[in-house]
């Protein structure tokens, strides 16, 4: 026992913290010293007929790096202005430190947090303006990401809209974010655009419509949604030849709005019987049948607001059996909304609706460049297939 050796291992890490920051220090300052003897065309001290310049001294300048904060000794030369191809002027932190600053951020640590792990990492505290500041160069690209051209055909696209806080005038009020999530037709999700909207109204929703077409949306059979009635008004302006699915699970739960609890399994099991059948002809008569017996159950509301709703909901019915199951309801957006809020919750009241559009779109361009977007939905050569048998119809 007393041959056993007790290792400090936080004395450790502090010291190879150091000694890493040291070297990096030491690394920076030779490379600066060694271009300013190529722009001065002689060393330090060296007499030489072709010398173009002469050091007199240097200034101190502090950088932030991924080993921590160095200080750099910059040349100053008389006849010569040193410029450095090391550190672009004015720059305070290394590029990496400054790209896992925006990392942190789009990805869902809060400005305070990001102060605390910049403290914790590189012995100094970012202020939220320079963050602010960080993210307008993040804003740039994805700003680029949300208008660049839509080259492919999409046969299916879903929509829905995300509301969010934002302080106006003193006051916190909602602002909606507006997606629009499509499928290939080599069977692959895609992210095809989002946009800030006040409220989801008809001119909000025809203004991403045209948005979408004038970027080369096109190849739509159907449009999945929620029932906005600003949105289906729109839709028929800009796209009038395509057809309109509304979300099952969301209107399961507009009848369910008026079904007291101790009723709730029943009617459901009710409903699903009317999505089980086969076509939409069965499928209209399973409904008939319901309806009935949700009067007899003095269910009214129920029964009117299935009657009134029920064909918007089986358009699905005339497309590939195949699909079915993933193109009646909205799921594919919920699964988005869900990482969309649990990040923005962080943020709690934007301070305007384009930094919320910002942030929305760098989640949804995150989401879509991993397994998400990568894998295939669905085989779409079954849609082409029942499209070329109904022309030959």
């Known amino acids: 026992m007393e041959k056993i050796i007790s290792v400090n291992e936080e004395g450790i890490k502090a010291d190879l913290g150091e000694l890493v920051r040291g070297t990096v220090e030491d690394t920076l300052n030779a490379m600066l010293d060694a271009e300013a003897d190529v722009l001065c065309g002689a060393k ?20 932030e790096t991924k080993a921590g904060g160095v200080t750099l000794r910059m040349p100053k030369l008389r006849k010569l202005t040193f410029e450095t191809a090391i550190i672009e002027r ?15 951020y789009l ?79 080599d069977g692959y999700r895609e992210v095809l655009g989002a946009a800030e909207g006040a409220k989801e109204d008809k001119e909000c929703w025809r203004s991403f419509l045209v948005h ?26 800009v796209y009038p030849d395509a057809v309109w699915q509304r979300c099952l699970v969301h209107f399961y739960r507009n009848v369910f709005s008026v079904v007291p609890n101790s ?73 988005l909304n869900r990482e969309i809020k649990r990040r923005t919750r962080v943020v709690g009241c934007f301070p305007d609706g384009n930094s919320a559009l910002m942030l929305v779109c760098a989640r949804l361009r995150y989401m879509a460049g991993k397994e998400w977007g990568q894998k295939r939905y669905l085989n779409m050569t079954l849609l082409k297939d029942s499209q070329a048998i109904a022309l030959l119809a």
Do not use: C
């Open 44 to 63: 330090r001290y060296e007499r030489e007929e072709g010398r173009r310049g002469y050091r007199f001294g240097h200034y101190e300048r502090e950088l």
């Open 90 to 104: 004015y720059r305070r932190r290394e590029s990496s430190v400054e790209e896992a600053l925006i990392e942190m």
């Open 107 to 185: 990805a869902g640590v809060s400005v305070r947090r990001v102060e605390d792990i910049t403290e914790a990492l590189w012995g100094s505290r970012v202020s939220p303006s320079t963050i602010s500041e960080l993210n307008k160069k993040a804003y740039v690209k994805i700003e680029e990401w949300r208008n660049r051209p839509l080259t492919m055909a999409y046969p299916y696209v879903y929509l829905d809209g995300v509301f969010l806080k934002r302080s106006f005038g003193g006051e916190v009020v909602n602002i909606s974010v507006l997606i629009a999530i499509g499928v290939s037709e």
């Open 263 to 335: 009723r709730m399994k029943e009617v459901m099991a009710m409903l699903k019987a009317i999505y089980a059948q086969e076509d939409r002809e069965n499928a209209r008569q399973k409904m008939r049948r319901v309806v009935a017996r949700l009067m007899e159950m003095r269910l009214f509301e129920a029964a009117s607001k299935l009657e009134q709703g029920i064909e918007e909901t089986l358009v699905y019915m005339g497309f590939p059996r195949e699909h079915w199951t993933r193109i009646r309801t909205n799921n594919v957006l919920e699964r």
């Open 212 to 237: 979408l077409k004038e970027r080369g949306l096109r190849g739509v059979s159907l449009f999945i949604s929620d029932r906005n009635l600003g949105f289906v008004e729109a839709l028929g302006d």
